[in-house]
């Protein structure tokens, strides 16, 4: 069997193939579990709902009203909004 | 327990040069070392540390290898060579042929041998893993690893001994 092991032995010094760098396996492995990396946030379509309705509600308010207090209202809703998106995404 | 980052950036290499051998297909390896990968980190908490991390890692490729084999065996795709009859025998003249055999011819090789052998083989000689640690990753007594091992040898030296096996 010594030939044997050491046709191994010269196949192992041979080497293989690298593997790909290792952030393309990090990222295709998120992916693979569904996470998002916290460094590249994606925005839903469920998360930027609410932050464009607020907005639009604000400046209904400002042309049309010209109501401070109504503005005031609409960007504080806007901001309670975006709250729960920025710590689900932990940013 | 390793975050996902280090588990990648620590253990890809050796990981991915055992899935390569064990499939003798870069891209197989590739998709197989990523699957490794998300269920180590599903299942961290299984991990228990009197294992090394390398050890949980290929046993949970080697899972993986033996799942999708058995799975392409079931379709018909790639047959099992159990049963696959080879020359037996050891003279001097199949030990002087084996010498003038390339490095090739054993990669080429591998992939043939039954996927029990063929895993205790390459973690032993590829990866140096002891005998009570392949029998950990391949989840098998330490005599049966040594019997795959010796069997496994003795295979892949009739393998090579076989014309289409052995580099022109």
Same mark, same amino acid.
């Given at each position: 069997?010594?030939?044997i092991?050491?046709?191994?032995q010269?196949d192992r010094?041979?080497g ?7 952030r393309?396996?990090i990222?295709?492995?998120?992916r693979r ?8 946030p994606?925005?839903?379509?469920d998360?930027?709902?609410?932050v464009?309705v607020?907005?639009c509600?604000a400046?209904?308010?400002l042309l049309y009203?010209?109501l401070t ?8 809703l806007?901001?309670?909004?975006t ?7 932990g940013? | 327990?390793e975050?996902l980052?280090?588990l ?16 003798g297909e ?7 070392m ?6 180590a980190?599903q299942?961290?908490?299984r ?11 290929f ?10 084999w058995?799975?392409?065996?079931r ?6 060579l159990?049963?696959?009859t080879?020359p037996?025998?050891?003279?001097t003249?199949?030990?002087?042929a ?10 080429s090789?591998?992939?043939l041998? #039954?996927?029990?052998q ?5 973690l032993?000689y590829y990866h ?5 640690e ?6 098998? #007594?330490?005599g049966?690893?040594r ?6 040898l ?8 076989r014309?289409?096996?052995i580099?022109p």
């Open positions: 069997m010594k030939e092991e050491g046709l191994l010269r010094e041979a293989v193939p690298q593997p790909p760098e290792a393309y396996t990222a295709a492995v998120n579990l569904g996470r998002i990396p916290s460094d590249q994606a925005q839903t379509k998360d930027r709902l609410p464009s607020a907005l509600l400046l209904v308010a009203f010209g207090t109504w503005l005031l209202a609409t960007l504080l806007a901001a309670l909004c709250v729960p998106i920025l710590l689900r995404k940013a | 327990m975050t980052e280090d990648v950036v620590h253990h890809q290499e050796p990981l991915f040069a055992f899935l390569y051998r064990m499939c870069v891209n197989l390896a590739e998709e197989l990523q699957e490794t990968f998300a269920r980190f299942a961290a908490q991990y228990r540390p009197e294992a090394s991390v390398r050890t949980w890692l046993s949970i490729a080697a899972n993986l290898v033996r799942d999708r058995r799975r392409l065996a379709r018909g795709e790639e047959l099992p159990e049963d696959l080879l037996g025998g050891s003279t003249a199949e030990d002087e084996l010498r003038l055999i390339s490095y090739e011819a054993v990669r090789a591998l992939p041998l #039954p996927i029990e063929r895993s205790a083989l390459i032993r140096d893993l002891s005998y009570e392949i029998a950990r990753v391949l989840a098998c #007594p330490i049966t690893v019997s795959r091992i010796h069997n496994g003795a295979r892949l030296r009739r393998l090579l001994l014309d289409e096996v580099a």
